[in-house]
Structure formats: C-alpha cells, structure tokens
C-alpha cells in the first residue's frame, strides 16, 4: 500500500533499518530485528541505501523481507551514485517484490569515492523525475529542520523542498534533531511556501555516549544545552546515559504528537531494544493515538 493513503487515514509509526556491514554475516540478526519490530505494529519500516550505492541489492532484499512480513517497506534509493541504468535495475528490482514505496535522495559523496558523483542525478528532484517517467513507485523525499549542511539559508532550503513536492514526493522525512522547536519552525515556514504534504519527523535517541560527537560532526545538529549537560554528566555511567537518551526521546516524540506531527520515524540503529524500551514507555499513547 502507498505510505501516502495510509498517512491520510492516520498517524504512522515507523522504524529505520539499514543493510549490515558485513552482510553475510549480520543479515540474520536483521531479520529479527525486523520480525521483533512487527509486535509494534509500525506502518513501515524503512531500509537506507549507502551513499556510493554498493549495497543497492541488499537494501532491496531487506526491503522485499520486510513486504514479505507483512509490513510496508520504504526503500532508500540514492541518485548521487548512480547511472539510469542503476535506476532502471533498482526500479525492476522493487517492483519484482512489490514495493511500492521509496525514499528517493541525492546521497553525500563518500571520501574514498573516485568516480564522479551526481553525474547523472545531480539533485534528489532528478532522481524523483526519473522515477515518474520509469515506474509507477511512489515517493517521499527527505528534508532538514536545521538546514541543509549545504544550503546557505532555511529559505533556500525550502525552496528545494517545495520542489520536490512539485515533483511529486508524497510525504516527507526529517532528519534527526534534539531541539523540537526546530521542527516546528520547518512546518511552520514550509506551509507558507505551499508545501502541503506530510512532514514526518525523524527521532534518534542518543544511547551511546560516542553517539553526542558523532552526531554533532556527522549532521551539524544542535543539542539544547540542558539536555547536552545532562548527556556529559552521566557520560561514564553507560546504563544511565541508555535511559537519558530513550526518555529524552519519549519526551521529544510526546511532544512532537501533542503539537500535531502526522507520525513518529525512529531511527533505531538495527536495535530492537531500542524501539522496545520506547514502545513500552508509551504503549498507551501508540495504541490511541496512532
Ligand atoms: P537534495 O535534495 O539534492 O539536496 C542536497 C542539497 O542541494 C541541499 O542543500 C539542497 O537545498 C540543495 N538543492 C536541492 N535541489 C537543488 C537545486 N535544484 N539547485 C541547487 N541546489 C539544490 N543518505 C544516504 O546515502 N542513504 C540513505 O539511505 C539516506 N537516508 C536519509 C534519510 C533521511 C530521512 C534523510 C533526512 C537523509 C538521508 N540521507 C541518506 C542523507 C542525504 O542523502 C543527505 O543529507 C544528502 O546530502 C542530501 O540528500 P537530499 O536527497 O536531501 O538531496
């Protein structure tokens, strides 16, 4: 089913998995991980793609294990790395298992990436045009509550997205954030440039504490300054630094439904505790609300 018709119909839960390193290997513990995720009953569960595209096969045999549980998968595809030809084969690909549903992106150029990037897709609304001329699939695109790392202002930004609503993305997903207020802000500014689509936010609890400087050099995102005081303060106790990124993210998502977010995306890291610890904090609130 279209992730688009059931966001009409209700508020979506969603988790994002992404294809193991070492495939052979750690594909197993995917798998339960995706079968521990379906008592949570999510509306879907999303697969990235890597940047440089090598794992494009397995981002689709992840994507077809989830339809084949019963649940909606979200492929990501990368335009960034790719040929039409790459476009042409994820396109049959998917369609071969039934997906219905992708994540269409640019992708950032990996550093030890030789080739040229963006040769053909140069934008994520390329990618998103290619897809409408070539398949019937339908698509969401990403955007940034704090900004693109890129762009010089939010305006721009915003102009890019409305773009690939033009396009035709159906909904859209956020990056992670910390500070709320950012993703309300985005909300707020995108529907005065007329983007009208859903914009799901996406909920990442920090439960490493390796994870703060990662995140803040990965993405650039703000931590608020309470919740960053509290993180270095509980720093060197692992199981309490655990339980104040899951309740930070309880919070963040209590707040997020109480001001109207059309859904809930968690980024759980292939964890399933990670989504149990959440679901179990606020089981009520996904079997009412959601
Ligand atoms: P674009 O929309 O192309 O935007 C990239 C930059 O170009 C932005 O600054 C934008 O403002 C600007 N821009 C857009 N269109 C134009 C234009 N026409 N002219 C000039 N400037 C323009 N990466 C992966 O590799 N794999 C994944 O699975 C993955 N999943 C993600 C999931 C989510 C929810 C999010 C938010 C990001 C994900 N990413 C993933 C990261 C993403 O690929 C990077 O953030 C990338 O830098 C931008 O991708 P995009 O699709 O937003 O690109």
Request: charged content about 30%; aromatic content about 10%; glycine content about 6%.
């Amino acid at each position: 089913m279209k992730i688009s018709k059931i966001l009409k119909k209700k508020r979506t839960l969603s988790f994002e998995v992404f294809p193991p390193k070492k495939y052979d290997e750690e594909i197993v513990k995917l798998y339960e991980t995706i079968n521990a995720l379906k008592q949570y009953n999510p509306d879907f569960i999303s697969v990235t793609c890597g940047a440089n595209g090598s794992n494009r096969k397995n981002n689709t045999e992840i994507a077809g294990y989830i339809k084949e549980k019963g649940i909606e998968p979200l492929a990501h595809l990368t335009g960034g790395p790719s040929t039409e030809e790459d476009i042409l084969n994820a396109i049959k690909s998917l369609k071969e298992k039934n997906i219905e549903n992708v994540l269409a992106l640019r992708g950032d150029k990996p550093v030890d990436y030789e080739a040229e990037y963006c040769k053909t897709f140069k934008h994520a609304t390329d990618l998103m045009d290619y897809i409408n001329k070539n398949s019937d699939l339908s698509f969401a695109g990403a955007c940034y509550p704090e900004g693109h790392s890129e762009c010089d202002s939010l305006k721009e930004d915003l102009i890019h997205m409305k773009e690939k609503q033009d396009a035709g993305a159906e909904f859209f997903i956020t990056q992670i954030f910390y500070d709320n207020e950012y993703y309300y802000r985005l909300v707020s500014e995108a529907r005065k440039v007329g983007i009208t689509k859903p914009i799901i936010p996406g909920v990442m609890p920090l439960i490493f504490p390796s994870s703060i400087k990662r995140t803040k050099e990965m993405c650039g995102l703000t931590i608020p300054l309470e919740y960053r005081n509290m993180l270095e303060y509980y720093k060197d106790n692992p199981k309490v630094f655990k339980e104040i990124g899951i309740n930070y993210a309880v919070y963040q998502i209590m707040d997020l439904i109480a001001k109207g977010a059309p859904g809930i995306h968690i980024y759980i890291m292939n964890n399933s505790k990670t989504a149990e610890e959440i679901y179990k904090r606020l089981e009520h609130v996904f079997k009412e609300l959601f």
